[in-house]
């Protein structure tokens, strides 16, 4: 069974920083991300990171204030979230998916497991 256990979502003011943390339950995967998903709006890319190649993506949103790493170790991503701003308050979600050919990586379908989610509220 399959387990993705994250942590540090909190409440922080406009300009202040967070790091998400996702366990996997002790097994390497294809690919890991993390998603958002504010109220009343469609679950959203954030970042993802390739376990293979060590390479990641970003959506246009985050650039140069998100970055995501990995410790290889304990199977575990992190979201580093600086400058943090009122528009990425949401529930962040990690993901962990094996390999799917044609599928991207930007989207759900790419993603076999899911975490439960943890708030993030970024006052102004």
């Known amino acids: 069974q399959v387990r993705l256990v994250e942590s540090g979502g909190s409440v922080v003011q406009a300009g202040g920083s967070l790091r998400l943390s996702c366990a996997a339950s002790g097994r390497p995967f294809f690919a890991m991300g993390w998603f958002r998903q504010a109220p009343g709006k469609e679950r959203e890319f954030v970042a993802t990171?390739?376990?293979?190649?060590?390479?990641?993506d970003y959506t246009d949103s985050v650039k140069g204030r998100f970055t995501i790493s990995r410790d290889k170790f304990k199977y575990t991503v992190y979201l580093q979230m600086n400058s943090l701003e009122p528009e990425d308050t949401a529930v962040y979600y990690c993901?962990?998916?094996?390999?799917?050919?044609?599928?991207?990586?930007?989207?759900?379908?790419?993603?076999?497991?899911w975490g439960q989610g943890t708030q993030v509220t970024v006052s102004s």
């Open positions: 990171f390739h376990w293979s190649t060590d390479s990641t």
């Open positions: 993901a962990a998916g094996a390999y799917h050919q044609g599928v991207s990586y930007w989207t759900t379908a790419a993603y076999d497991y």
